[in-house]
């Protein structure tokens, strides 16, 4: 009886340790502490690069994981005329625009995503 116990106390474990496992998989691990699904990409629907005349280089702070990548990067890429790409080990964002930005502009779409602007170059 007592055999059967622990046999039964070691599966549960092991089938919560496959869980949770398997859902790190699937969604990703987030600092954000979600553990949703990410966001669904938002694609840019210009791809030439030439056609962008403008680069910028924005530090973002606040950036931890690929879902607060995927989060800024969308909240910029839904304009048109704008394309971003994170770089979360630099913590910063290369954005590509086909017109003039502004500081605040960009730091108002930064805001929205929940993270904070700290330099334009």
């Known amino acids: 009886m007592g055999n059967i116990i622990i046999i039964m106390a ?13 859902k790190r998989i699937r969604y990703g691990s987030s600092c954000c502490g979600s553990r949703t699904p990410a966001d669904k990409r938002v694609k840019v629907k210009d791809r030439n690069r030439n056609n962008y005349p403008y680069k910028y280089t924005l530090s973002v702070d606040g950036m ?3 879902n607060c990548a995927r989060r800024v990067e969308n909240a910029i890429n839904k304009t048109e005329g704008r394309w971003a ?13 086909k017109r003039e930005e502004t500081e605040r502009d960009l730091a108002d779409i930064i805001s929205s995503a929940g993270y ?6």
């Open 10 to 22: 070691l599966i549960l474990i092991v089938s919560i340790a496959l869980y949770g496992t398997v």
């Open 116 to 121: 904070t602007l700290l330099s334009l170059r």
């Open 64 to 66: 931890h994981c690929s």
């Open 85 to 97: 790409s994170v770089d979360l080990a630099n913590k910063e964002v290369k954005l590509l625009s």
